[in-house]
């Protein structure tokens, strides 16, 4: 293809993502208002508007309402012009469902893949796939599979560098499942899916730039910069569970000490409970656990935050106080505009959100610290389905002519 029909092709292109992107964010919306709004000439957007319907991308949505003459025709984005197959990944299971390019989600499946080597479990998630596949009415245009997974991915190859949860090294996870499905594959970590999701449907709407935290076992964090994701040379931005917050604090797993994983995670939250229980601290918690603080779950200090219990309440408040501590950090930084907070430590609430808020603004320097925003997350667990697949409808969004070859 020479220069100038490339560059034709491209610009083509281009205005199609535009003229989409904004029948998705504004419609209903008039062919005439579209052209204000996308600032293109009347005849482009005439002629990528009718490319869009044909296809099935848009559709029409009655008329305006005018005070008088021809009543012009409203344009609507369709969500189930086509279909992603989001799949999560984790340790102990695979769950597969079915998004629309809306991020509506269908029937989730799941399966045991508990202690299975790497290709039996990538067998099981392949079979998980097909299962949504074959719940999915014949007419209906499947775009491909989203797989989300703890652990490095190389951004181009969608190799497994390195996923320790699940003990796998070099697993070339995107070309084993498009052999096996014929889909086109992405695959993202998971705490960058859950980052687009909250971005484009979830606590994220409206901002620019965000910086989502996921808090489980372990700590972890995507960062989308400009409505795009941002992964770094080896897709490892984001790894703000081993940002160093004690140089002498508790060794962790990567080899460092001090890391915030080993003062905020999961596990940590609940060793520093138990330490001060066992020290003779009096608190509702020794009962739910029945004396083992070895029992001791997150569940029972969300439960005993409920009857705002001293201990759970001081518990949450110094996680979000360390967690607050690596914000403040990356605030300085790169001058985040909204960090959202997701997870299952996030389901300590208000006391561990407030510290963190509290953290920040005592941390990080006043301008930025005053302006940024930080929201708790609001998919929870669907974000593990719709994330992934939101990596491909934000494809398709930017480049929709790539899914009608
Ligand atoms: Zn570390």
Not at 38 to 66: C, K, M, P, Q, Y
Not at 121 to 126: D, K, M, N, S
Not at 128 to 155: K, N, Q, S
Request: hydrophobic letters at 40%; charged letters at 20%; glycine letters at 12%.
């Amino acid at each position: 293809m020479d220069v100038t029909v490339g560059n034709r092709h491209l610009m083509h292109e281009m205005n199609r993502s535009l003229i989409l992107r904004a029948i998705c964010e504004r419609g209903p919306v008039s062919r005439t208002a579209l052209t204000e709004i996308v600032s293109l000439s009347s005849a482009t957007v005439t002629n990528i508007a009718d490319e869009l319907l044909r296809r099935g991308f848009i559709h029409e949505a009655g008329h305006e309402e005018s005070a008088g003459g021809r009543r012009p025709v409203l344009l609507e984005f369709t969500p189930q012009a086509g279909y992603i197959i989001g799949v999560e990944l984790m340790s102990d299971k695979v769950r597969a469902g079915l998004v629309d390019l809306g991020a509506n989600m269908g029937r989730v499946q799941e399966a045991d893949i508990t202690g299975l080597p790497p290709m039996a479990a990538i067998a099981r998630a392949v079979e998980m796939i097909e299962t949504v596949r074959r719940g999915v009415d014949g007419h209906a245009r499947i775009f491909g599979t989203g797989i989300g997974i703890t652990g490095l991915v190389e951004p181009e190859t969608g190799v497994i560098s390195e996923a320790s949860n699940l003990g796998w090294r070099g697993i070339p996870l995107k070309s084993l499942v498009e052999e096996r499905t014929g889909l086109k594959t992405t695959v993202e970590n998971d705490c960058n899916t859950n980052a687009l999701a909250e971005m484009y449907y979830g606590a994220g709407q409206g901002a620019t730039d965000l910086f989502c935290v996921t808090i489980g076992a372990g700590i972890g964090a995507g960062l989308v910069l400009n409505g795009e994701l941002h992964r770094g040379r080896d897709g490892s931005t984001g790894e703000l569970g081993h940002m160093v917050i004690d140089v002498d604090g508790p060794p962790c797993k990567c080899g460092a000490w001090g890391c915030l994983e080993t003062l905020a995670a999961g596990p940590a939250i609940l060793r520093r409970t138990a330490d001060t229980i066992k020290q003779g601290r009096v608190s509702i918690l020794s009962e739910m656990c029945g004396g083992d603080t070895g029992k001791l779950t997150l569940e029972m200090i969300i439960a005993a935050l409920d009857q705002e219990d001293e201990l759970a309440v001081q518990t949450a408040r110094r996680a979000g106080e360390y967690v607050g501590a690596g914000i403040a950090s990356v605030i300085n930084l790169i001058n985040l505009e909204r960090v959202v907070i997701a997870g299952p430590v996030a389901g300590l609430g208000e006391h561990f959100l407030s510290s963190i808020r509290q953290s920040v603004s005592c941390r990080a320097l006043s301008v930025p610290a005053s302006r940024v925003i930080v929201v708790p997350a609001c998919l929870g667990r669907e974000a593990g389905i719709i994330g992934p697949a939101t990596v491909q409808i934000r494809e398709i969004m930017n480049s929709p002519g790539s899914c009608w070859v």
